[in-house]
């Protein structure tokens, strides 16, 4: 049963600082990861989508890696906005129809 | 951009209703799904949905819980006499198709609240 881990489980850095988002899971045997934004109490607004054959994948200022023989994602943000602020959660596919989801890392940028 | 709705953004409802969530899922797209997200847990699997028929479906989706697609663009959950803990954000997922490879898109949900 594939586990997905996301620490911190919250994250407070002031304006300008880079983020630095952990997920682990538990079976490597994945094709691919999804990293999603949440606002409170919105949906699901998906943000990277890294193919297990690649290592890395860009968009703006977000970066998402993908190591699968350690079972590790990270999402890095750089020079954090205030606008920034959300949960972040990633997930992995269980089989051919599930996703299963981390709970979330809780992001605040201070102005 | 294609997009999945949903409808309605947020419902409220008596304990023991029946309530019906409706998705419009992008239109070439072959394989549906049902998420749900209780406040403060994580977003959990409910029900896969591909041909007419439930391709996969998790231990929360019990026997009050049905879905179907009842024309050509609509997709529904639908909770048959709901509890106090049915209370959550449901998102309506659709992709091309099935597999691990595969990108689902999640749509914006619908937020029940059951009193």
């Known amino acids: 049963k594939q586990e997905v881990t996301q620490i911190p489980a919250a994250l407070s850095v002031p304006e300008g600082e880079n983020l630095v988002l952990n997920c682990s899971f538990t079976?490597?045997?994945?094709?691919?990861l999804q990293w999603f934004r949440q606002d409170p109490g919105k949906g699901l607004t998906s943000l990277l989508l890294?193919?297990?054959?690649?290592r890395e994948q860009t968009s703006g200022r977000l970066n998402a890696s993908l190591d699968k023989s350690s079972g590790r994602s990270t999402l890095y943000i750089a020079a954090s906005q205030p606008g920034d602020s959300a949960t972040y959660l990633c997930?992995?596919?269980?089989?051919?129809?599930?996703?299963?989801f981390g709970a979330g890392t809780t992001v605040t940028v201070r102005a | 951009e294609p997009e999945v709705t949903q409808t309605p953004s947020h419902q409220v409802t008596q304990m023991g209703q029946e309530v019906i969530l409706r998705c419009v899922p992008i239109?070439?797209?072959?394989?549906f799904y049902w998420y749900r997200q209780i406040l403060g847990q994580k977003v959990e699997f409910l029900v896969s949905?591909?041909?007419?028929?439930?391709?996969?479906k998790s231990e929360i989706f019990d026997d009050q819980f049905s879905v179907e697609r009842p024309d050509g663009s609509n997709f529904t959950l639908k909770i048959r006499s709901t509890k106090l803990e049915d209370s959550a954000m449901y998102f309506c997922?659709?992709?091309?198709?099935?597999?691990?490879?595969?990108?689902?898109?999640f749509g914006p949900g619908t937020r029940l609240l059951v009193l």
């Open positions: 997922a659709s992709s091309i198709l099935a597999g691990r490879g595969e990108t689902q898109y």
């Open positions: 079976d490597s045997a994945i094709y691919n």
């Open positions: 949905f591909y041909n007419n028929e439930i391709s996969e």
């Open positions: 890294i193919q297990s054959s690649q």
């Open positions: 997930a992995v596919p269980s089989n051919d129809y599930k996703l299963s």
């Open positions: 239109s070439n797209h072959l394989y």
